[in-house]
């Protein structure tokens, strides 16, 4: 098959989007010295941003998943899980949807990727760990262990 001698995507482009749209947020917040900065007024500021970022995180994971590039879904959802982890936490929980429809979306399409990927024993142990690593600050990718370390079992 031809995708077989094809080189796997860089997904360098995609992270410096996501990393992009990051520093457009923060760039973002107004310059107030009352409150605390993640309140509601300073939310509305900043959730065009919010969107724009929520938007690339979940299309560049949906282009990836739709090409088939399993081991390069993987290292997305992994390094994109880092930049999520940077963006700004709200007073209103109600506010950190954007954040959490990025994590479920992302974790869904690592599940799927996990389970159609064929990789060697050493690749899994390092997402393995990777993906533990990544769970100190969301848990949605719990079930991905699972399956990595069935993966792992069969290789």
Sequence with gaps: EVSSYMPAPDIKP????????????????PNSRWGSGRDAFCFRRVKTHLDSFKNACISQGKQLLESDSWEALIEYVLHAWGVIDEMPIWDNPSH?????????????????????????REKWEDIL???????????????????????IQKC
């Design 14 to 29: 995609l992270i410096e989007n996501l990393d992009y749209f990051r520093r457009n947020t923060f760039k973002s917040f």
């Design 96 to 120: 950190n949807k954007s954040n959490e429809m990025c994590y479920r979306t992302l974790a869904g399409q690592c599940k799927k990727a996990v389970k159609a990927a064929r990789l060697d």
């Design 129 to 151: 760990d990777r993906i533990k690593e990544s769970l100190e600050t969301n848990e949605d990718l719990k079930p991905c262990i699972d399956m990595v370390e069935k993966k």
